[in-house]
């Protein structure tokens, strides 16, 4: 049984796609999400109505989140309170007889509480496993820490914010964590060498079990092929050089696009003008504040693309693929270009410690 807040994009195409491969290899999956994206009948979220009233709440508490914290600390922390915005009681009508031998646990922020979690795993009694997407399990409020290092003594006096009560209320919420873990007794799964340090040094969740276990990629999706099919796909010619950046928000502080601009106008200095005329930099994902970059080389975007074939073939298109990312627990775009033999460049962050 996966316990998600979604099952697409980001975080939540992570859980949906072990679910996706454990089915495959044979075994009996089922996922509960707060919001259900995809079509598969194994997957069950709440109804349609709960659903838009749940995205509703999430929408209140990210804007309640920037007021208490400033946009820029929320955007970049991403502060989430992992308030019950979902009721438990749909539950085991929807998944009926099934009697899961494992629990799974990912992002479940604005989903479920800890003490909601709690309870769905002590209804089934099976073992708890909790599959770290980012910091935000280990923490009293905030998925990303840069910096700070509260996480390693009970989140004790926020720096994300001046106000007394706020900084109550994240020691609170952190406590409330700690007393229903223990409830749980959870195993900790990381996908990242980085987040398994980060556990270690975590005053929540050192004491439970802990594995590394990095997030698989289908080779039947990811794979080396031909580059001048993929190039005509993506309508680039067979004798550029391909740069490609990847992000849901490409103007998010946390992917670093200002510091690949910044590299790459270096790079132009060096060139010479026909080995600049080359170069071509392909971005997919939101681009929200690309225009305001000033781009030395050509470049061509792709929104978000949904159809994991045409997506995977991004890889194929490129030369190398950059992840400038400053604070990340991914991405999954690292392991799916290593997988489809296309070199990454990238600073010492996340799941590139493991993979590059």
């Given at each position: 049984?996966?316990?998600?807040?979604?099952?697409?994009?980001?975080?939540?195409?992570?859980?949906?796609?072990?679910?996706?491969?454990?089915?495959?290899?044979?075994?009996?999956?089922?996922?509960?999400?707060?919001?259900?994206?995809?079509?598969?009948?194994?997957?069950?979220?709440?109804?349609?109505?709960?659903?838009?009233?749940?995205?509703?709440?999430?929408?209140?508490?990210?804007?309640?989140?920037?007021?208490?914290?400033?946009?820029?600390?929320?955007?970049?922390?991403?502060?989430?309170?992992?308030?019950?915005?979902?009721?438990?009681?749909?539950?085991?009508?929807?998944?009926?007889?099934?009697?899961?031998?494992?629990?799974?646990?990912?992002?479940?922020?604005?989903?479920?509480?800890?003490?909601?979690?709690?309870?769905?795993?002590?209804?089934?009694?099976?073992?708890?496993?909790?599959?770290?997407?980012?910091?935000?399990?280990?923490?009293?409020?905030?998925?990303?820490?840069?910096?700070?290092?509260?996480?390693?003594?009970?989140?004790?006096?926020?720096?994300?914010?001046?106000?007394?009560?706020?900084?109550?209320?994240?020691?609170?919420?952190?406590?409330?964590?700690?007393?229903?873990?223990?409830?749980?007794?959870?195993?900790?799964?990381?996908?990242?060498?980085?987040?398994?340090?980060?556990?270690?040094?975590?005053?929540?969740?050192?004491?439970?079990?802990?594995?590394?276990?990095?997030?698989?990629?289908?080779?039947?999706?990811?794979?080396?092929?031909?580059?001048?099919?993929?190039?005509?796909?993506?309508?680039?010619?067979?004798?550029?050089?391909?740069?490609?950046?990847?992000?849901?928000?490409?103007?998010?502080?946390?992917?670093?696009?200002?510091?690949?601009?910044?590299?790459?106008?270096?790079?132009?200095?060096?060139?010479?003008?026909?080995?600049?005329?080359?170069?071509?930099?392909?971005?997919?994902?939101?681009?929200t504040g690309v225009g305001r970059y000033l781009?030395?080389?050509?470049?061509?975007?792709?929104?978000?693309?949904?159809?994991?074939?045409?997506?995977?073939?991004?890889?194929?298109?490129?030369?190398?693929?950059?992840?400038?990312?400053?604070?990340?627990?991914?991405?999954?775009?690292?392991?799916?270009?290593?997988?489809?033999?296309?070199?990454?460049?990238?600073?010492?962050?996340?799941?590139?410690?493991?993979?590059?």
């Amino acid at each position: 049984l996966h316990v998600s807040t979604g099952d697409d994009r980001g975080a939540y195409s992570g859980a949906y796609r072990l679910h996706r491969n454990l089915i495959e290899a044979g075994h009996e999956s089922r996922m509960l999400v707060g919001h259900k994206v995809t079509d598969d009948p194994f997957v069950f979220a709440p109804s349609a109505w709960a659903q838009r009233l749940r995205l509703l709440g999430q929408k209140a508490l990210s804007l309640i989140s920037m007021l208490l914290f400033g946009p820029e600390e929320q955007r970049a922390r991403i502060f989430k309170w992992s308030l019950p915005l979902v009721r438990l009681g749909w539950v085991p009508g929807h998944i009926k007889s099934f009697e899961p031998h494992l629990i799974i646990v990912y992002h479940v922020a604005d989903f479920l509480s800890e003490a909601q979690l709690a309870n769905l795993c002590g209804h089934y009694r099976a073992p708890v496993v909790f599959y770290l997407m980012d910091m935000g399990m280990l923490t009293g409020a905030c998925h990303y820490a840069w910096s700070c290092g509260g996480y390693r003594s009970r989140c004790i006096e926020c720096p994300a914010t001046t106000s007394r009560l706020v900084r109550g209320l994240v020691a609170l919420k952190w406590q409330s964590k700690d007393r229903h873990y223990r409830r749980v007794q959870p195993a900790i799964v990381s996908g990242s060498e980085m987040l398994d340090e980060q556990v270690r040094e975590s005053e929540l969740c050192r004491i439970y079990i802990r594995h590394k276990i990095l997030m698989g990629v289908s080779s039947d999706l990811y794979h080396p092929s031909h580059r001048s099919e993929a190039r005509q796909l993506f309508g680039l010619k067979p004798d550029d050089l391909v740069f490609y950046f990847g992000a849901q928000n490409v103007d998010d502080r946390r992917k670093g696009f200002s510091y690949l601009v910044d590299a790459l106008q270096q790079l132009n200095d060096l060139l010479s003008e026909s080995a600049r005329e080359r170069i071509v930099l392909i971005t997919v994902g939101d681009r929200t504040g690309v225009g305001r970059y000033l781009l030395p080389f050509r470049h061509v975007h792709h929104g978000y693309i949904a159809d994991p074939l045409t997506f995977s073939k991004t890889y194929a298109a490129a030369d190398l693929f950059i992840c400038p990312s400053v604070q990340d627990a991914g991405p999954m775009m690292i392991n799916e270009s290593m997988m489809s033999g296309t070199p990454v460049a990238s600073f010492d962050m996340g799941v590139a410690k493991d993979l590059v």
